[in-house]
């Protein structure tokens, strides 16, 4: 094959420390959108970004190339 193209989907769930509510309705957006910019920022494509007040889930095409705990590495690390 001349070219190969590869596109992986994860899905990352990531809970806040003793799944303590601490992602209330007024800034939650905000925090998705942020999450969703690091995402992009690594060269992933943020399909969803979404959660309630104790959990966030995370949704996106994944580069193949980037392993998946580095991933979740970095955007701890931002957060």
Known sequence: MANTYS???VQIVFSTL???PLLH??????VF??????VNKMGMKSMAVNGVEDHVHIF???NPTIRVS??????????
Do not use: A, H, P, T
């Open 33 to 38: 959108k942020y999450i969703s910019g690091i």
């Open 7 to 9: 596109r992986m989907y």
């Open 25 to 30: 309705k007024n800034y939650r957006n905000e």
């Open 18 to 20: 003793n799944r303590n």
């Open 70 to 79: 580095d991933c979740v590495r970095d955007i701890k690390r931002f957060l």
């Open 60 to 62: 996106c095409g994944f």
